[in-house]
């Protein structure tokens, strides 16, 4: 009895760049257009500060990119975040249900703000994409689709933690 081997199929073509992609490239200020720059688990090229700082510190991540593309200013944010992580501290140390709703909706609040700030970031950047895709990224991953905002935007130093925005980007503005 002789094992025959299935027979390799011819490889399939894939066309990647199928459609108008007149719009793929970089900006004036070296951002990548019309895709994101990294994938959704990208925050692994630079751990450091990127993967850390996302997963430890989504706020102040959060107020650096907004603080790079102009939206808001980088403290005023940090104090949206931060009033937002105190309500759920007060929350989850108290033991009442009041509480528990209040600490819930702090995190709804928080994933709603990186999925607007996501949608915001494919809108300048004219990146393909959804809403749902946006709320599915910033509710199941919320640590990863931060650092992949950061990545796009280079919010931060590679290899160096920075507690304070970067220069903000110069010509964006939303339609």
Not at 85 to 100: E, K, M, N, P, Q
Not at 125 to 148: L, M, N
Request: charged residues 10%; proline residues 5%; contains cysteine.
């Amino acid at each position: 009895m002789q094992f025959e081997p299935p027979t390799k199929q011819a490889d399939v073509t894939v066309n990647i760049a199928d459609g108008d992609n007149s719009n793929q490239g970089v900006d004036s200020n070296g951002i990548v257009t019309g895709r994101w720059k990294t994938g959704l688990f990208g925050f692994t090229d630079s751990i450091v500060p990127n993967g850390v700082m996302s997963c430890c510190c989504p706020g102040l991540v959060v107020a650096q990119i907004s603080a790079r593309l102009g939206l808001m200013q980088f403290y005023h944010v940090l104090g949206i975040f931060g009033g937002l992580y105190l309500l759920a501290i007060i929350s989850v140390s108290t033991h009442s249900g009041f509480f528990d709703f209040l600490f819930w909706l702090c995190a709804v609040i928080s994933a709603l703000c990186m999925m607007r700030l996501r949608w915001r970031i494919r809108t300048l950047f004219s990146i393909p994409g959804s809403h749902a895709e946006d709320a599915a990224f910033s509710f199941c991953c919320g640590c990863c689709s931060v650092a992949q905002m950061a990545s796009h935007v280079e919010s931060y130093e590679p290899g160096t933690f920075a507690f304070a925005p970067r220069a903000t980007l110069p010509g964006y503005s939303l339609s």
